[in-house]
Nanobody, 115 residues
Framework: QVHLVESGGGLVQAGGSLRLSCAASGSIFSVSTMGWYRQAPGKRRDLVAIVTPSGTKSYADSVKGRFTISRDNAKNTVYLQMNSLKPEDTAVYYC?????????WGQGTQVTVSS
């Protein structure tokens, strides 16, 4: 069974940085597409960034140039480096794994950016 555990969230001032991590178990990580999504209170869950098994990356326009997604297949872990954080980045951030057409979610980690 696939299990995802996020970590690295917290409270940071605007302009600061955080790095989120998501460790996966029970999956064939190297063939999985990994993504980060976020959901603010009262809003839908939106894609932040995604990285394919081949390493192709895509970002939401709102985070381009500030966030970087990366993966370490040896550690079955995907990261989200978040720089120049803004109050509007405040949300619960969720890790997503897609493997053979099935999707899995982590429990989420809270990121709060104060102004």
């Amino acid at each position: 069974q696939v299990h995802l555990v996020e970590s690295g969230g917290g409270l940071v001032q605007a302009g600061g940085s955080l790095r989120l991590s998501c460790a996966a178990s029970g999956s064939i990580f190297s063939v999985s597409t990994m993504g980060w999504y976020r959901q603010a209170p009262g809003k839908r869950r939106d894609l932040v960034a995604i990285v394919t098994p081949s390493g192709t990356k895509s970002y939401a326009d709102s985070v381009k140039g500030r966030f970087t997604i990366s993966r370490d297949n040896a550690k079955n872990t995907v990261y989200l480096q978040m720089n120049s954080l803004k109050p509007e980045d405040t949300a619960v951030y969720y890790c997503n794994l897609i493997q053979y057409g099935s999707g899995y979610w982590g429990q989420g980690t809270q990121v709060t950016v104060s102004s």
